[in-house]
């Protein structure tokens, strides 16, 4: 048996789920996008959520839930409208829900006063007046009725009073039509006391003229019991409007009593005098059981079966799912790096024996690399989500943000069905909060200005995720006033980023707010920051090998974009030679690969460069970068890689050779011995050798510093 | 010991049902919504007890307890509808549709376990 606190934590989880669902469906409402079922919904989200915290005593969040669900309820029924006010006032009633839930988590205390205030703007909507629903003097009454009710509510009578009672009770078709049986009853009083049961069979036809459907049969049960009328009605209740019942604390006379015997209390009933009990439920039974028989014939049952098939189209079958610890999926995925890693090895022994290309075990060798990748697509897939359970968190913090900045703020997201590996997910939401907090602050203008540059008064943000050539992108854009490039340089110089003659293009400019020790903000506002500078955030995405960069125009707004691979776990790689060492560079970063002429490469004080068709780059020795050599190589005897990276640019990688492309399963370089610059994490090669991954982004980007400091002329990069 | 089929869109009240249930001795299975509680009769066979919810997706407690009153098999069938919906209306909807009773939500398990005895036999 599961243990409440299991079941607790259920709660907690599907809490979070239905408020995200909640908050989705009132956005959508407030979008104008909703329909009947999105309304149902969110009624249904609020509703749970009261249904679970009820089972586990959480008053507070149940009366608040309550008076929640009672407005949606009155917008599902169409007595109020989900006008602009209303949505405005149920989303701030969903912070408090989902405040309410996290208090109870942690068992903490909401501020009964901003639960009141909200309680009571959703009331103003429906008011005390409204005396049609029941349910609206429930919301206001302080004591709550969650005791048990049955369908008729049960007249609250003092326990006193005879011990001696009748009953009479006849039950109709429909009694038996819903399950009810009259043995059940019985049985049930026999529960309270002594019994006398008898028959009455009164209202029972001569034979040939007995309708197997209908119900003939009543009883008078003469009861001794304590318990009272209560307790006797309570058996009823479930039968009450379809059975006829009459209790009295006397002996009723009985209509046309029959000489029939008195039979014993059911609990002891003999077998042979169960048939005759049980006559009306077979009745009530049998007509159904003709209904399969072709008495009808097919014609009717072909049309049901259709239409209960086309509802079953019409309604997406929830695919069946499983529930699994993160922990057996992060060591599957352990393990399988380690297949990975042994398939490979593998695969290079058997290179090193003289076996022709045909030969059946280079060929069963190559099945199974095709499937470990299988495997590992397949096992990869499994951790994969939705970007949604982020996405979901941001419209709070837009609305709070917000209302702190006094700006008016339209958040709108899309993709966010986009995939990504679970341990990527808990790493978006900082950045996320942070690029919105900045659009919000710095960004968007406030309401009066907005309406001066002849813009709407409320600014919009957009929260977008995406795949792009094997990385998730989620950009963040907004329709603001744009970077102030003037102010950014005279900052940047002022506090020592760049020099005060600097050449700087538009977007290196706009890049400078994430130089280190940079803040637009005049104070550095806890709001946008948190006190973390985007240059923290920018480290953070780096050490995911992920980049961020923000592209920005005066007067139309700002968009953050940011890139993270899809997953931590691996890495597509190109094997190349660097000196005596192997290094992995990630394919993500290649653009092209190529052999250099002679006449491509121009020198340029200390540093090279490369003529790509019509653009310039930078060309990089990764031994010299690294430190492994002191010259570089001859440009023509080595291999040339085009790496994109963060900041748009191309730079040229120069290695000695290529060895090939391999999927490789990355190494925390940190966990496993010490961080070392321009190297982004290690893996395990086929031959059972450790090669080193390189980090592009900071061999390019040390490579511009290099050059700046040298005083050589500024690079411009191709795009 | 029962098979009871227990419907509701709610995981929480589903688990509070199976430890109840079985803690009793009983067999629950589960069913997430109305559509599924209905493929889940046709796959399960018989039952002897449904206890559905009313509010949940697609096929909501009323519509399920119609489609299943349809079925020759369930006709005869007790239904406990457990929810926190306690209007006098909503019972009388349900009442109409075919329930045999009406837990309210929260429950406790003496609640539910003495509801479950007076619709069954077992």
């Given at each position: 048996?599961?243990?409440l606190?299991?079941?607790?934590?259920?709660?907690?989880?599907?809490?979070?789920?239905?408020?995200g669902?909640l908050?989705t469906?009132l956005?959508?409402?407030?979008?104008?996008?909703?329909?009947?079922?999105?309304?149902n919904?969110?009624?249904?989200?609020?509703?749970?959520?009261?249904?679970g915290?009820?089972?586990?005593?959480?008053?507070?969040l149940v009366?608040?839930?309550?008076?929640?669900?009672?407005?949606?309820?009155?917008?599902?029924?169409g007595?109020?409208?989900?006008?602009?006010?209303v949505?405005?006032v149920?989303?701030?009633?969903?912070d408090?829900?989902?405040?309410?839930?996290?208090?109870a988590?942690?068992?903490?205390?909401?501020?009964p006063?901003?639960?009141?205030e909200s309680?009571?703007?959703?009331e103003?909507?429906?008011?005390?007046?409204?005396?049609?629903a029941?349910?609206?003097?429930?919301?206001?009454?302080d004591?709550?009725?969650?005791?048990?009710?049955?369908?008729?509510?049960v007249?609250?009578?003092?326990?006193?009073g005879?011990p001696r009672?009748?009953?009479?009770?006849?039950?109709?078709?429909?009694?038996?039509?819903?399950?009810n049986?009259?043995?059940?009853l019985?049985?049930?009083?026999?529960?309270l006391?002594?019994c006398e049961?008898?028959?009455?069979?009164?209202?029972?036809?001569?034979?040939?003229?007995?309708d197997?459907?209908?119900?003939y049969?009543g009883?008078?049960?003469?009861?001794?019991t304590?318990?009272?009328?209560?307790?006797i009605?309570?058996?009823f209740?479930?039968?009450?409007?379809?059975?006829?019942?009459?209790?009295?604390g006397?002996?009723v006379?009985?209509p046309q009593?029959?000489?029939?015997?008195?039979?014993?209390p059911?609990?002891?009933?003999?077998?042979?005098?169960?048939?005759s009990?049980q006559?009306?439920?077979?009745?009530a039974?049998?007509?159904?059981?003709?209904?399969?028989?072709?008495?009808d014939?097919?014609?009717?049952?072909?049309?049901r079966?259709?239409?209960?098939k086309?509802?079953?189209?019409?309604?997406?079958?929830?695919?069946?799912t499983i529930?699994?610890?993160?922990?057996?999926?992060?060591?599957?995925?352990?393990?399988?790096?380690e297949?990975?890693?042994?398939?490979?090895?593998?695969?290079q022994r058997?290179?090193?024996?003289?076996l022709?290309?045909?030969?059946?075990?280079q060929?069963?060798?190559?099945?199974?690399?095709?499937?470990?990748?299988?495997?590992?697509?397949?096992?990869m897939?499994?951790?994969?989500?939705?970007?949604k359970?982020?996405f979901?968190?941001?419209?709070?913090?837009?609305?709070?943000t917000?209302?702190?900045?006094?700006?008016q703020?339209?958040?709108?997201?899309e993709g966010?069905?986009?995939?990504?590996?679970?341990?990527?997910?808990?790493?978006?939401?900082?950045?996320?909060?942070?690029?919105?907090?900045?659009?919000?602050?710095?960004?968007?203008?406030?309401?009066?200005e907005?309406?001066?540059a002849?813009?709407a008064p409320?600014?919009?943000v957009?929260?977008?995720?995406?795949?792009?050539?094997?990385r998730?992108v989620?950009?963040?854009s907004?329709?603001?006033k744009?970077?102030?490039r003037?102010r950014?340089?005279?900052?940047?110089?002022e506090r020592?980023?760049i020099?005060p003659d600097?050449?700087?293009?538009?977007d290196?400019?706009?890049?400078?707010?994430?130089a280190?020790?940079?803040?637009?903000?005049?104070?550095?506002?806890?709001l946008?920051?948190?006190?973390v500078?985007?240059?923290?955030v920018k480290?953070?995405i780096q050490?995911l090998?992920?980049?961020?960069?923000?592209?920005?125009?005066?007067g139309?707004?700002?968009?953050?974009?940011?890139?993270?691979?899809?997953?931590l776990?691996?890495?597509?790689?190109?094997?190349?030679?660097?000196?005596?060492?192997?290094?992995?560079?990630p394919?993500?970063?290649?653009?092209?690969?190529l052999?250099?002429?002679?006449s491509?490469?121009?020198?340029?004080?200390?540093?090279?460069?490369?003529?790509?068709r019509d653009?310039i780059?930078?060309?990089i020795?990764?031994?010299?970068a690294?430190?492994w050599?002191?010259?570089?190589?001859?440009?023509?005897?080595?291999v040339?890689?085009?790496?994109?990276?963060?900041?748009?640019?191309?730079?040229?990688l120069?290695?000695?050779a290529?060895q090939?492309?391999?999927?490789v399963?990355?190494?925390?370089l940190e966990?496993?011995?010490q961080?070392?610059?321009?190297?982004?994490?290690?893996?395990?090669?086929?031959?059972?050798?450790?090669?080193l991954?390189?980090?592009?982004?900071t061999?390019?980007?040390?490579?511009?510093?290099e050059?700046?400091?040298?005083?050589?002329?500024?690079?411009?990069?191709?795009s | 010991?029962?098979?009871?089929?227990?419907?509701?869109?709610?995981?929480?009240?589903?688990?509070?049902?199976h430890a109840?249930l079985s803690?009793?001795?009983?067999?629950a299975?589960?069913?997430?919504?109305g559509q599924?509680?209905l493929?889940t009769?046709?796959?399960?066979g018989?039952?002897d007890?449904?206890?559905?919810?009313?509010?949940?997706?697609?096929?909501?407690?009323f519509?399920?307890?119609?489609?299943?009153?349809?079925?020759?098999?369930h006709?005869?069938?007790?239904?406990?509808?457990?929810?926190?919906?306690s209007?006098?209306e909503?019972?009388?909807?349900?009442?109409?549709?075919g329930?045999?009773?009406?837990?309210?939500?929260?429950?406790?398990?003496d609640?539910l376990?003495r509801?479950v005895?007076?619709?069954?036999?077992?």
């Open positions: 048996m599961e243990t606190e299991a079941i607790k934590v259920t709660f907690f989880q599907e809490c979070e789920e239905l408020l669902d908050e469906g956005l959508s409402l407030q979008a104008g996008e909703g329909d009947d079922e999105t309304v919904a969110v009624f249904r989200a609020v509703h749970s959520v009261k249904g915290a009820g089972a586990f005593g959480l008053e507070a009366r608040f839930a309550h008076t929640f669900e009672t407005t949606l309820d009155k917008v599902r029924s007595a109020l409208k989900a006008d602009e006010a949505l405005k149920m989303l701030r009633a969903t408090i829900l989902a405040d309410l839930v996290q208090a988590k942690t068992d903490a205390v909401v501020d006063d901003r639960i009141a309680s009571e703007d959703l103003a909507f429906w008011g005390g007046h409204d005396t049609a029941p349910a609206a003097a429930a919301g206001e009454s004591d709550w009725d969650f005791t048990p009710l049955a369908f008729a509510p007249p609250s009578l003092a326990p006193a005879p009672w009748t009953v009479w009770f006849k039950p109709s078709t429909a009694t038996y039509a819903k399950g049986d009259t043995v059940l019985l049985r049930e009083l026999a529960r006391g002594d049961t008898v028959l009455d069979a009164s209202s029972l036809p001569a034979f040939d003229a007995l197997a459907e209908e119900s049969l009883w008078t049960v003469t009861i001794t304590e318990e009272g009328e209560a307790a009605r309570e058996v209740d479930f039968v009450s409007g379809d059975c006829e019942v009459r209790i009295s006397e002996v006379a009985m009593l029959s000489t029939l015997p008195i039979l014993p059911v609990m002891d009933l003999p077998p042979l005098a169960l048939p009990a006559i009306p439920a077979l009745a039974v049998e007509p159904e059981q003709r209904d399969v028989l072709p008495v014939g097919p014609a009717d049952l072909h049309p079966d259709k239409a209960a086309k509802e079953k189209e019409a309604a997406p079958s929830a695919a069946p529930r699994v610890d993160l922990e057996r999926v992060d060591r599957l995925i352990d393990l399988v790096g297949l990975v890693i042994n398939q490979a090895m593998l695969a058997v290179g090193e024996i003289d022709t290309r045909a030969s059946n075990v060929l069963a060798l190559e099945s199974l690399e095709q499937l470990t990748r299988e495997i590992q697509d397949s096992v897939a499994i951790r994969a989500q939705p970007v359970s982020v979901q968190r941001m419209p709070r913090l837009v609305r709070e917000a209302s702190m900045t006094g700006k703020v339209k958040l709108v997201t966010e069905g986009t995939e990504v590996d679970k341990t990527v997910i808990e790493r978006l939401s900082d950045p996320i909060t942070h690029m919105l907090r900045n659009a919000i602050d710095h960004g968007l203008e406030t309401p009066d907005r309406i001066a002849g813009k409320e600014g919009t957009r929260l977008s995720a995406l795949h792009r050539s094997g998730i989620i950009e963040v907004d329709d603001g744009g970077i102030n003037q950014v340089r005279e900052l940047a110089v020592g980023v020099a600097q050449p700087l293009t538009d290196e400019v706009d890049n400078l707010i994430f280190p020790g940079f803040s637009t903000a005049k104070a550095v506002s806890d946008s920051g948190r006190g500078g985007l240059d923290v480290r953070s050490s090998g992920g980049r961020i960069s923000i592209a920005s125009k005066a139309q707004g700002s968009t953050f974009t940011m890139s993270l691979p899809l997953t776990a691996v890495l597509d790689g190109m094997v190349v030679s660097v000196g005596e060492q192997t290094l992995i560079v394919l993500a970063a290649i653009v092209e690969t052999k250099p002429k002679k491509d490469i121009r020198r340029l004080g200390t540093g090279m460069l490369l003529a790509v653009a780059v930078p060309l020795d990764v031994g010299v690294l430190g050599r002191s010259e570089p190589i001859d440009p023509t005897t080595g040339v890689l085009l790496v994109e990276c963060e900041v748009g640019g191309c730079a040229a120069m290695v000695d290529i090939g492309q391999r999927q399963v990355i190494k925390s966990q496993n011995f961080r070392v610059e321009s190297i982004a994490a290690a893996t395990i090669l086929g031959d059972g050798r450790v090669a991954i390189l980090d592009v982004d061999v390019v980007g040390e490579r511009r510093v050059a700046e400091a040298g005083g050589s002329p500024r690079l411009a990069l191709a | 010991m029962l098979k009871i089929l227990t419907i509701d869109d709610s995981r929480v009240m589903r688990q509070m049902l109840t803690g009793a001795g009983h067999t299975i589960q069913a997430s919504d599924e509680g493929e009769l046709s796959d399960a018989h039952v007890l449904i206890i559905t919810d009313i509010n949940m997706p697609r096929l909501d407690g519509g399920f307890i119609e489609k299943a009153r349809e079925l020759p098999a006709r005869a069938t007790p239904i406990l509808v457990l929810s926190t919906e209007s006098d909503k019972k009388a909807r349900a009442r109409t549709a329930a045999s009773g009406w837990i309210v939500k929260p429950f406790n398990s609640t376990l509801a005895r007076r619709v069954t036999t077992g």
